[in-house]
């Protein structure tokens, strides 16, 4: 797909498909032409593929966040026969940070809880750049209760850089909003596949992320703050956020070293936002095998699953010192 929007590093090899679109435009290229359109594709493809096997995590963020990346209401479209929107929270109001509905995927009928950060700037706006506040967390928990009622699985997509950290959201309780989901997701008698498709920041991604299989997209990451938040409180300014990326050990293959994740889902070729479509098939195809193992477990080994897989987490050996 033509973007609209490049990256600092992708600049040579925007230039570079910039050329190719113009020789490939000819109307009738000679021989020769033909030829240069030839390697200049394999060029293309070799310096993209290069470039991005070796970000780094700075970079990544910055892919992870690229205005054209798949949201989730690129993959309700994509990933899902039907779709039905459940809004509002019982109690103050409807937040569009956080989408919640039924969902039917291949035949199989799911609860779909995810973040939305909005294309256009009244969108944005209005969900806040995918940051929620707390009535974004209690509709998403009634509507996985509701699936839990009806023995429905869940899907969360994984898609902040935070709650929102406005003062009206700490009056209403943000902090208890999401530590109630914590403890009510792991209490949830049906599967929760979580994954996370672009920025998984803070308490804003795991108010929607305690899961049966969390899987993590190629170039997203996950952390406990975002960069520019860690560099403001430990070197006192987001242009250390570099730094702080290199610090916090978030991307993909960090995660799943450290067991944070069970999976790492391939992006297409340059990322995501270069591919909608296939990248949704990549995600359909993970999200449906990993329904499929988990509804091989009774409810009691998919709770004390659950509960073990958070127990380990920041577990340590001791070696003896002589």
């Avoid at 199989?108 to 940051?131: A, D, F, I, P, S």
């Avoid at 008698?189 to 672009?198: A, D, M, R, S």
């Avoid at 570099?242 to 991307?251: C, I, Q, V, Y």
């Amino acid at each position: 797909m033509a973007l609209r929007h490049s990256l600092p590093f992708e600049k040579s090899i925007i230039e570079l498909e910039e050329q190719l679109a113009k020789l490939e435009a000819e109307p009738d290229p000679s021989s020769s032409v033909q030829d240069s359109i030839r390697r200049m594709r394999v060029e293309v493809t070799r310096m993209t593929r290069e470039r991005y096997d070796r970000l780094d995590p700075w970079e990544v963020v910055q892919v992870s966040r690229h205005p054209e990346r798949p949201q989730t209401a690129d993959y309700l479209e994509l990933l899902f026969d039907e779709f039905v929107e459940l809004h509002g929270d019982k109690a103050f109001g409807d937040d569009r940070a956080i989408v919640t509905g039924f969902a039917k995927m291949d035949g199989r009928r799911v609860m779909m809880v995810g973040h939305q950060k909005g294309r256009t700037l009244k969108e944005r706006n209005e969900c806040l750049y995918g940051c929620a506040h707390p009535e974004g967390y209690r509709k998403a928990m009634s509507k996985m209760e509701m699936a839990s009622r009806y023995g429905l699985p869940i899907v969360c997509l994984i898609d902040t850089p935070g709650a929102y950290p406005g003062i009206g959201a700490e009056e209403r309780g943000q902090a208890y909003n999401i530590a109630v989901n914590l403890r009510d997701m792991s209490t949830l008698e049906v599967p929760i596949i979580c994954v996370v498709i672009g920025e998984g920041g803070s308490g804003g991604a795991l108010g929607i992320g305690i899961g049966d299989h969390i899987a993590v997209m190629q170039n997203a990451y996950y952390s406990v703050i975002s960069p520019e938040g860690c560099a403001g409180i430990l070197w006192k300014h987001s242009k250390h956020a570099d730094k702080a990326a290199r610090a916090l050990r978030f991307t993909s293959s960090d995660l799943l070293e450290m067991g944070i994740v069970e999976e790492i889902i391939p992006e297409p070729l340059g990322g995501a936002h270069r591919n909608h479509r296939h990248t949704a098939m990549t995600l359909k195809g993970s999200i449906l095998a990993a329904l499929k193992s988990l509804e091989t477990l009774s409810t009691e080994e998919l709770l004390e699953r659950r509960y073990q897989r958070f127990r380990r987490f920041g577990m340590f050996e001791e070696s003896g010192v002589a």
